[in-house]
Every structure is written in structure tokens, then in C-alpha cells.
T-cell receptor, first 111, second 111 residues
Framework: GENVEQHPSTLSVQEGDSAVIKCTYS??????FPWYKQELGKGPQLIID???NVGEKKDQRIAVTLNKTAKHFSLHITETQPEDSAVYFC??????????WGAGTKLIIKP | DAGITQSPRHKVTETGTPVTLRCHQT?????MYWYRQDPGHGLRLIHY???????DKGEVSDGYSVSRSKTEDFLLTLESATSSQTSVYFC??????????FGNGTRLTVT
């Protein structure tokens, strides 16, 4: 079946440094790629998304890049802050308009 | 935050008993989803609904049924709970290929 691989599973960075999380997907028909942030005890919350007709999208300290040829997309967080500590999930749409999710990355920001 | 309420928030039940989880939304949204979240698997779609009485299966639907008799309520039923159904269950609303809004989850333990 279709799948999304997400790496790394845990990422520890110094406060102020950048963090990069990478995902690869298998369905060449995927055209929507959201990223969600999940804090402890809460549901995931969308932080940024990108569609297949765009290669990069930015929102303040957060950016997402998409390489459709290689079927991978990445989340970039610059100038990390303590409140960025959370679990991050990537996802990709599949042909029946549902999402397949990565396994998640636990981001730890060290003071 | 989108008006999504899941109940109960926590439940412990015994193997073989029926369990119903409720998702209530105040957004009058057409699409509603039930996901389960397990370590190492991200989120996996159980069932979704695209209108009153209109539902369809997701990737992990075996052992689960759903009902949607009103726009605002989407019920998930485990007819005979098993230990493999111990998980955190999330309800979400949102158009396909658009950002989803999640509830805060129900933690279910089957002993």
C-alpha cells in the first residue's frame, strides 16, 4: 500500500539553531502535503502545507520544500525556540483524497 | 479552535465489551474523520463521513463501525473490544485536501 516515511524519529537541536525533518512518499498522484504539530495531550494542529504545483512555501520561521521528481518534502524551522518542542507529522494525500501520515518526529529544543 | 469535542477523554474497558466514542462538532462541517494514533505509526484513518448517513472505510476499519445520524455527531463503535484496539482515537473535521481540525483525543485502554 501507499506509505510515507519520516526521518528522523527524534531530533535534538540547540535553541536558536535550525531543524530539518524529511519525508518521502510513494504515491505519485499525491498533490497535497501538510505538516502538523502535536503538543502533549492535544490533537495535531496544521502549521504549514504545500501543493504539488509549488516548490517552496514559507511562513515566518517555518518553510516547506517539495521535490516531486524525488517524491520527498521537508520541513525547515529556523531560529528554534523552546515552544517549538513537540511532535511533528508529515502527511501526503492519496488518490481518494485521504491522507497517509508519517510516523512522527519528536523535536527537542535544548536551552 | 474549531469546536470539536470528543467524549469520553479516557476509557478503560475489558476485552469483548462494546465501546462507543463520540465526536461532536459545532462547525456544521460536512466531512468528519476517525483516526487512531499508535507509537511508530503516526495517524491511521479508520472511517470517514462525507455527510449524514454517508460513511466510508479507511485503511484500518476492521473491528470498527461508525454512524452519522446528525451533521454534528460522528460515533465510532468497537463492537467487541480487543487489546489491539488500545490506542488514542482522534476525531477530525475538514474538506479533503484542506487543513484538518482535530479534537483532543480519547485514550482507550482495553484490558
Amino acid at each position: 500500500g501507499e506509505n510515507v516515511e519520516q526521518h528522523p524519529s527524534t531530533l535534538s537541536v540547540q535553541e536558536g539553531d535550525s531543524a530539518v525533518i524529511k519525508c518521502t512518499y510513494s504515491d505519485s498522484a499525491s498533490n497535497y502535503f501538510p505538516w502538523y504539530k502535536q503538543e502533549l495531550g492535544k490533537g495535531p494542529q496544521l502549521i504549514i502545507d504545500i501543493r504539488s504545483n509549488v516548490g517552496e512555501k514559507k511562513d515566518q520561521r517555518i518553510a516547506v520544500t517539495l521535490n516531486k521528481t524525488a517524491k520527498h518534502f521537508s520541513l525547515h524551522i529556523t531560529e528554534t525556540q523552546p515552544e517549538d518542542s513537540a511532535v511533528y507529522f508529515c502527511a501526503a494525500s492519496i488518490s481518494n483524497y485521504q491522507l497517509i501520515w508519517g510516523a512522527g518526529t519528536k523535536l527537542i529544543i535544548k536551552p | 479552535d474549531a469546536g470539536i469535542t470528543q467524549s469520553p477523554r479516557h476509557k478503560v474497558t475489558e476485552t469483548g465489551t462494546p465501546v462507543t466514542l463520540r465526536c461532536h462538532q459545532t462547525e456544521n462541517h460536512r466531512y468528519m474523520y476517525w483516526y487512531r494514533q499508535d507509537p511508530g505509526h503516526g495517524l491511521r484513518l479508520i472511517h470517514y463521513s462525507y455527510g449524514v448517513k454517508d460513511t466510508d472505510k479507511g485503511e484500518v476499519s476492521d473491528g470498527y463501525s461508525v454512524s452519522r445520524s446528525k451533521t454534528e455527531d460522528f460515533l465510532l463503535t468497537l463492537e467487541s473490544a480487543t487489546s489491539s484496539q488500545t490506542s488514542v482515537y482522534f476525531c477530525a473535521i475538514g474538506q479533503p485536501d484542506q487543513p484538518l481540525h482535530f479534537g483532543n483525543g480519547t485514550r482507550l485502554t482495553v484490558t
